[in-house]
């Protein structure tokens, strides 16, 4: 089915390990996101990428990393894991044309110890 | 403050009946609201998209705008089980890159 996939969907890191999230799209969408979900905060961005070779900033960016080589995956990595950055993490992508609609992963829930 | 504020609940309503989610916002650029719905351990799904003041409907479901209140509702009718879940309110936060601002997230559960 066509979708965003995400990869793992679970990992338990201990503190100070480092990991990458994998998101890959088959939609041909531009704009993909990063969000991280926590009890009474919401989603909230971390990074975004409006296309291939490019990434900015969200709400949330301290302690990760971004890349975007192709257009259809965007990497988040966690350099050096914080029991602070336990959250479930979702990624998204959406195209120009299709307005604020998004199309969401099924999460990768993240446990750093 | 956050930029949207919705209560999170949690919901409880029998079935078949009316429910009112709603959320209020603070900034008044970018004015396009979605709200989205997430079952348990599964990634939001865009359920309604609307960015007009007035009500939008869809099945069972009606956005609702007050630009002038700054006030988002999403109404149910003839809820069923199958309607639990948890509601997200949205509102855009820029245009080019079509960021998107969340509120908490409003817990609904529907007792057969």
């Known amino acids: 089915n066509a979708g965003v996939t995400q990869t793992p969907k679970f990992r338990v890191l201990k503190t100070g390990q480092s990991m990458t999230l994998l998101c890959a799209q088959d939609?041909?969408?531009?704009?993909m996101y990063w969000y991280r979900q926590d009890p009474g905060m919401g989603l909230r961005l971390i990074h975004y990428s409006v296309g291939e070779g490019t990434t900015a900033k969200g709400e949330v960016p301290d302690g990760y990393n971004v890349s975007r080589l192709k257009k259809q995956n965007f990497l988040l990595g966690l350099e050096s894991a914080a029991p602070s950055q336990t959250s479930v993490y979702f990624c998204?992508?959406?195209?120009?044309?299709?307005?604020?609609?998004?199309?969401f992963g099924s999460g990768t829930r993240l446990t750093v110890v | 403050q956050k930029e949207v504020e919705q209560d999170p609940g949690p919901l409880s309503v029998p079935e078949g009946a009316i429910v009112s989610l709603n959320c209020t916002y603070s900034n008044s650029a970018f004015q396009y609201f979605m709200w989205y719905r997430q079952y348990s351990r599964k990634g939001p799904e865009l359920l309604m998209y609307?960015?007009?003041?007035g009500n939008k409907e869809d099945g069972r479901f009606t956005a609702q705008v007050d630009k002038s209140s700054k006030y988002i509702s999403l109404f149910i009718r003839d809820s069923q089980p199958s309607d639990s879940a948890t509601y997200l309110c949205a509102k855009g936060a820029s245009q080019g890159a079509q960021k998107l601002v969340f509120g908490q997230g409003t817990r609904l559960t529907i007792n057969p």
């Open positions: 939609m041909n969408h531009e704009y």
């Open positions: 609307t960015y007009s003041s």
């Open positions: 998204a992508s959406s195209y120009p044309a299709g307005g604020y609609g998004y199309t």
